[in-house]
């Protein structure tokens, strides 16, 4: 099949940037979206141009590193599906397809469509973890974890942290990611000892990195390659109340609270 | 230059790591402060490593090339991490997961190391499920098992289908916490184009930063490599795009000791190619082959749709050759034999290089509801990328380029020849012989990285008392100009041809001269083609835009021209290793039955290649193999 590509390029980051239109010819059903852009790179190659920039390492839906909002859907319009597990036999012959990197100020466009998830990192250094050291541990079995406990951490676990439910909310929240994290830990009795200085210092760190509130649109969900549910959200938000009401009684470590 | 000694302490093999850890030198809290480690790579190996010598009081610099150490490769692995926990009292020990491992590699791996793999193999899991790893767990709370192939025991632990992801995730945890801590200083978008010796001792780095690129020169105590292996060499493998032998080929041509690079594990059970637009293969993990049973039409050339194939017509070749492992047959074995169902004309697919992968027995006796809780994110990755919902129709699998046992020569402490220089995980050759049993890889990367490689490395720091080097001295300014160099080089060939379409041709090249069967003749062809390509690719490659920006171009070409080189020491390898063994099938030693004939007379040992200049055949040293604790014997899974 033949396609139009509307491709966002942009030289660096300070670069305005811009739509670029290309065609991709005799497109196989059987390409990955990816597959397909590299077919599009070899000839723009080919011509002496610069290759579109675009990140991609696993190729098969794990590693987070693709990042293609494509027709204004991020990961495209396959449910809990990456852009690198997109087939192109969901498009058809004709088609015009806008490809754009993930929009947000806490996402600054490196090249085209290669944007720094940074942040995502940062906030998982400010308390993403059990604070224990290599070794000294207890038997794994020492202590029984509940099945569905254990499911439902594992639930939250799945996040790639490819940034796809910033890209889809209106408010560029990053509340999916960081609830995912906290919800994993806060299932399991590891995650008990700090579990409101966690919460607490994610969220603030969240906010410094300048991602928006959620008001409960749940674009996120409806992208997340992973399917991860709001449920985690609602968790974080009761624990996050939790600590503070807790901070104010002086029960709990008082640590960034800025505020209700 | 011999190899050096392995360093294998003595005494009988259960209390040899025992024996060492009291025998090794410490470095005292506060010293520790006074000595820096650079990590290459973040994945099992490189993170926990990172993540355990900040903690014990070491300043680390870790790099990997992708926007977050997260994204690893070990995140792509699926099925589940070994442990000699015998949590099902199958009758599992360390003994046997020694054993396993010992044999499962063909005997030809270090034994000394594979006992300590084994020892420290419980801790592991321990190690994870206190840092917050989502295992799964019985209905009782206490942690499930499954099976792998090369065992008879239930002894692998795993997180759905996501294991790898899990496990990295919870020491990419550890990591982080140390990076917020300030005692790892993390530096992503970094690759490490080339390794500074200075003296004969390894002293830094120098990197490229991916979106600047900058060049820049690192300095430190030890250097260590955990940056994978390099089944990208053959284009189409289930590695990530981004994996590539830089690193350690780099080393290589620094000195180190490239070991048993001819030894590459195809996996039986990956999504078989569609077509030439193919950027990678996809793997089905190995777990699917506790449920899921294998065959092909018993007639060749039976187009039938699978259900239309009647009982008595199928040949579950697995079952039927292997009897006592059936289709959990280890891996080297399981792929020869779908190679050689499929060259008597019996594969089925489009281009009849496929078998059936098929779940309706065990659909019918578990119900869809028990396949789904165990493989549902495989399944569903199938569906996506064939088309077709493997609930209903039987999966369709050939064995395609997955890791890579070989890797730079370490000693028992993990140390490369070159002093202060490390190797990790899947980057080093030691652990898993001439093929590496399933859920091994994720066992020996953290085993490295959490409880080996912190006592080794303060051992060498305490002992030789390095004196750190300055990137401003003259060898650190002699690397950071050949590193220009060959940026410059590689951006003045302004030919016609893709960097990509050469490296697809180099991977063809090595699939049919030294892929899974392999003959003299055939390598000897491949030696031959090799060098006129790689001429071809420096005179006639296009590689567009400039080095001082993010240029994705560059980055692929500089690992492709590495990929041309290190080409050819893995085919003199295999030519040279001329038995077969494991992974390593050599098509003039079989027996009988179809089986590896190894030769242990003349090749019970490790091949450990020297660069000895561009252009030049590497010098092939030895270290003999030697077996205090088990006897060789044939491998026999029937």
């Known amino acids: 099949m033949n396609l139009t590509l509307k491709i966002w390029r942009q030289k660096n980051r300070e670069d305005k940037g811009g739509f670029v239109s290309y065609k991709a010819n005799d497109v196989s059903t059987d390409m990955s979206f990816l597959e397909m852009l590299d077919i599009v790179n070899e000839g723009i190659i080919e011509r002496g141009e610069e290759p579109i920039a675009f990140d991609h390492d696993c190729r098969e839906g794990i590693c987070g590193m693709c990042s293609l909002v494509i027709n204004g859907v991020p990961h495209g319009p396959d449910r809990g599906t990456t852009v690198c597990q997109l087939h192109m036999r969901r498009f058809r012959d004709g088609d015009s397809i806008t490809i754009e990197p993930w929009r947000s100020r806490a996402f600054p466009v490196l090249r085209d469509l290669i944007v720094e998830r940074g942040a995502f990192d940062r906030i998982i250094q400010v308390g993403g973890y059990v604070s224990i050291n290599t070794g000294g541990a207890a038997d794994g079995n020492a202590l029984p974890i509940a099945k569905k406990e254990a499911d439902l951490a594992m639930d939250a676990a799945a996040c790639i942290g490819c940034g796809a439910c910033v890209a889809a909310c209106k408010n560029a929240s990053a509340m999916l990611f960081v609830a995912a994290k906290v919800s994993q830990f806060a299932h399991l009795p590891q995650g008990q000892p700090e579990r409101e200085l966690r919460v607490l210092k994610m969220v603030e760190q969240m906010d410094k990195e300048g991602f928006g509130s959620c008001t409960n649109t749940f674009e996120c969900e409806a992208v997340c390659p992973k399917e991860i549910s709001v449920r985690v959200i609602a968790e974080m938000n009761r624990d996050y109340r939790m600590a503070i009401w807790k901070a104010r009684c002086g029960s709990a470590p008082n640590v960034g609270v800025g505020g209700d | ?638």
């Open chain 2, 1 to 638: 230059m011999p190899v050096p000694a392995s360093q294998v302490p003595s005494g009988p093999l259960a209390s040899k790591w025992d024996k060492h850890r009291f025998e090794m030198k410490l470095v005292n809290p506060a010293n520790k402060r006074k000595f820096s480690v650079i990590v290459v790579g973040s994945g099992l190996a490189g993170s926990s490593a990172a993540a355990s010598l900040a903690e014990l009081g070491y300043h680390v610099d870790c790099f990997c090339y992708q926007d977050s150490p997260r994204r690893a490769h070990s995140i792509a692995a699926q099925g589940g991490i070994n442990a000699a926990k015998n949590y099902q009292n199958d009758g599992d020990s360390v003994y046997r997961l020694f054993y396993d491992t010992i044999k499962g590699g063909d005997f030809r791996a270090r034994e000394a190391n594979v006992h300590r793999l084994a020892e420290v193999s419980g801790g592991i899991i321990d190690q994870c499920v206190a840092q917050g790893v989502p295992f799964a767990r019985e209905y009782g709370g206490l942690l499930a098992n499954r099976s792998f192939g090369g065992a008879q025991v239930s002894r692998t632990f795993y997180a759905r289908g996501q294991t790898g992801q899990q496990l990295l995730l919870g020491a990419y945890s550890a990591l982080s916490r140390q990076i917020g801590l300030g005692t790892v200083r993390m530096h992503t978008r970094s690759e490490m184009l080339d390794l500074v010796v200075v003296n004969g001792v390894a002293k830094g780095i120098v990197t490229r930063d991916l979106v600047t690129g900058k060049i820049e020169s690192w300095s430190a105590d030890a250097v260590v490599l955990g940056t994978g292996g390099y089944s990208n060499l053959y284009f189409l493998s289930t590695n990530a795009v981004g994996c590539n032998v830089t690193a350690t080929y780099r080393a290589y041509k620094r000195g180190a000791l490239f070991a048993n690079p001819c030894y590459v594990q195809i996996h039986p059970t990956c999504i078989p190619v569609t077509g030439e637009h193919q950027s990678k293969l996809t793997l089905m993990s190995e777990s699917l082959r506790n449920d899921g049973r294998i065959w092909v039409p018993k007639h060749p050339g039976d187009k039938r749709s699978p259900d239309a194939i009647p009982e008595d017509e199928r040949d579950y070749y697995l079952e039927r050759m292997y009897p006592s492992y059936g289709n959990l047959a280890p891996r080297d074995i399981s792929s020869r034999a779908a190679k050689k169902v499929c060259d008597e004309g019996r594969g089925v697919g489009e281009f009849g290089r496929g078998v059936y992968l098929d779940f309706a027995d065990a659909t019918q006796l578990l119900g869809e509801q028990t396949i789904r809780d165990r493989y549902g994110n495989l399944f569903h990755m199938y569906e996506k990328i064939t088309g077709e919902n493997p609930y209903r129709v039987p999966m369709r699998i050939y064995p395609a380029v997955h890791y890579t046992m070989g890797g730079l020569w370490v000693d028992y402490n993990l140390m490369s020849n070159i002093p202060g220089l490390f190797v990790i995980g899947e980057a080093n050759f030691s652990d898993h012989g001439a093929n590496r049993l399933g859920a091994s890889a994720l066992m020996q990367g953290l085993a490295d990285g959490y409880f080996i490689l912190p006592y080794t490395i303060g051992h060498y720091l305490a002992s030789s008392k390095p004196q750190r080097a300055s990137v401003y001295d003259a060898e650190f300014k002699r690397v950071e100009g050949e590193v220009n160099e060959r940026i410059k080089r590689l951006l003045s060939t302004r030919g016609k041809r893709t960097v990509v379409s050469f490296h697809r041709e180099l991977g063809k090249m090595m699939w049919d001269g030294c892929g899974m069967g392999r003959n003299a003749a055939g390598l000897k062809k491949a030696l031959e083609s090799i060098g006129p390509l790689r001429e071809q690719f420096w005179k006639d490659a296009i590689i567009p835009g400039d080095d001082e920006e993010l240029n994705v171009a560059l980055e692929r070409a500089g690992r492709v021209a590495d990929f041309f080189e290190f080409a050819e020491v893995l085919c003199h390898d295999a030519l040279e290793r001329d038995e077969s063994c494991g992974s390593h099938f050599r098509e003039e030693h079989q027996l009988p039955d179809g089986e590896a004939k190894r030769d242990d007379e003349k090749f019970c040992h490790v091949a450990c290649w020297e660069f000895t200049g561009d252009g030049n055949k590497p010098t092939r040293h030895i270290e003999p193999l030697e077996f205090e604790s088990i006897q060789l014997a044939v491998r026999s899974y029937k």
